[in-house]
């Protein structure tokens, strides 16, 4: 089960109706959720990337089960467009050699979509709406490492980190995003 | 607001007239295959970009001319075509979308045999698939009939005709044959040449070199011709002595590739003895109907696709490459896209899988790739 902040039941519909149903649906959500879009039309998997990418949001991935495809598409945010201000950082070269160390804790804020369809193998998922009350579960002893899709959504994670304590934390840039090693999918679904 | 059959645009193409297309599928698709035409001018604009209204391109469209709007399947179409019609703009939509125009047959009439019959091609504009019936004493035979048989079935009855022999040039890659559908259908004979169809799961006739098939009283000759290339078991027909119908071995402006049914390699010394020993042996008076075109300009004035062989051997660059090893690069290396699951359509045209229409026509999207130039 992919976790989602709304689900659009376009089952049924034809083209154009996914999308002006999606469209008008994304309107009313906040920045940096996630929809799934369910469909039995199958040319929305094209038209929903090929939308998202002229409107700017993100098309994160799909799965298909039976004849219904479950689409999940991320509404573009302010995040990632702000500035990043926490200076301790490393580009993707740097992080997959920090991976080998033992107390690397690799943290990933994206969204659960995000994360379902494409990560990197060991890290752990938590997204950025979460992190204040799941920090307490994390080590302070560990190298944290953070990364989201682009390094804006990681920036905020890692300033929330160090203000409550942590020492040893740094954020990926750009992170996902360009990421080109391993990738995990623990859904099985298509990933963009 | 007209809707406007794929009958209609396929006649305008022919006739070269004018014609002003907004696509509004989107850019991937557009890019992939669109409705081609001399003077066919396109507008490419996704229907997701035109919600909020057309501002945006008003300057690129004409206020004097109907146009023409075309998508996928025809819902997002109409919808742009009820925006365009309340700006006051003359307007129609494509019925059906490219999912119509795809599976639109123009039957153009060949020639009279000169043993009495008639000789038909059916241009398929969309997907560049040629077809043939040919008609004599009450009888008629098909020759690669695509999945629209319906379309064959129809025209013969019209004629009061019987359709008695539908043959295949070889096992197609980049469409679905209607042949054995027909054959079910009409109690014709399948005629499949054996070496493409070890795998079939049907019953079907062995059709080798030196084969002869009669239709109608007036027996018209259809003799085959053994020439592997495109596939191993590729076959020509040379009806009433005078048609060459040379399958996807040869085509107006390219030649056939070997690819599609197993190695080039393997497969290339066939071919160019096919093209430069067994056709060169022939008439340069015979005139070649191929199972393919791939560019409009293919097309003759009436919508046919035809050139005398003789003509071919002078301006087919395909025809006319003295080096081997030039011609082995050409028709190995540089090979062109594969077809939209064309692994899936030769299953298909074996018999081993029947996926349902809706799956058949996405199995067909996308141009025709059997040539290389």
Known sequence: MIQSDNVLDAKGLACPMPIVKTRKMMKEMEDGQVLEVQSTDSGTTADLQAWAESVGHQYVGNVKEADVWSHFVRKAGQEDQSQKEYPVTVDNNELLAQLQHPDTVLVDVREEAEYAFAHIPGALSIPLGQLDERMADLSKDKKFFVVCRTGNRSDMACRKLVAKGFENVTNVIPGMSKWNGEIENTVGGMNK | ?373
């Open chain 2, 1 to 373: 607001m007209r809707i406007i059959q794929s009958s209609e645009v396929a006649k305008r193409v022919i006739a070269k007239e004018s014609l002003f297309i907004l696509d509004v599928r989107n850019e991937t698709a557009f890019e992939d295959w669109k409705i081609e035409g001399e003077q066919v001018r396109h507008l490419n604009v996704p229907y997701f970009d035109l919600l909020d209204g057309i501002e945006e391109i008003e300057d690129q469209l004409p206020k004097d001319e109907e146009i023409l709007v075309v998508c996928a399947k025809e819902g997002s179409s109409v919808m742009v075509a009820e925006i365009l019609e309340e700006e006051g703009y003359s307007v129609g939509y494509l019925s059906g979308g490219m999912k119509a125009w795809s599976e639109y047959l123009e039957p153009v009439k060949i020639a009279d045999l000169k043993s009495g019959g008639e000789l038909y091609q059916f241009v398929r504009l969309g997907k560049g698939c040629l077809s043939y019936m040919v008609i004599s004493g009450g009888e008629a035979a098909i020759i690669d009939a695509t999945r629209m048989t319906d379309v064959f079935m129809d025209f013969a009855t019209e004629r009061g005709v019987k359709i008695t022999n539908v043959l295949d040039t070889h096992l197609h890659a980049d469409h679905i044959s209607g042949g054995r559908q027909i054959a079910l259908a009409t109690g014709a004979t399948y005629w499949l040449p054996p070496k493409d169809a070890v795998e079939v799961i049907f019953e079907y006739a062995a059709l080798e070199g030196d084969t002869s098939i009669q239709i109608g009283d007036t027996k018209i000759d259809i003799q085959a011709l053994y020439s592997p290339g495109h596939t191993i078991g590729s076959t020509s027909f040379i009806v009433d002595d005078s048609y060459l119908m040379t399958g996807d071995i040869l085509f107006i402006d390219s030649i056939g590739r070997p690819d599609l049914a197993g190695l080039a390699e393997d497969w290339v010394g066939d071919l160019r003895e096919s093209l430069y020993s067994r056709y060169k042996e022939l008439s340069g008076e015979l005139t070649v109907l191929p199972a393919h075109f791939m560019i409009i300009d293919e097309l003759n004035e009436d919508g046919s696709v035809s050139e005398k062989l003789g003509v071919l051997y002078k301006q087919n660059h395909g025809l006319n490459i003295e080096d081997e090893k030039e011609f082995r690069e050409l028709v190995t290396g540089n090979l062109p896209p594969q077809p939209n699951a064309y692994q899936e359509i030769r299953q298909m045209n074996m018999g081993k899988i029947q996926p349902d229409e809706e799956t058949q026509r996405e199995m067909e999207i996308g141009p025709n790739r059997c040539a290389v130039r």
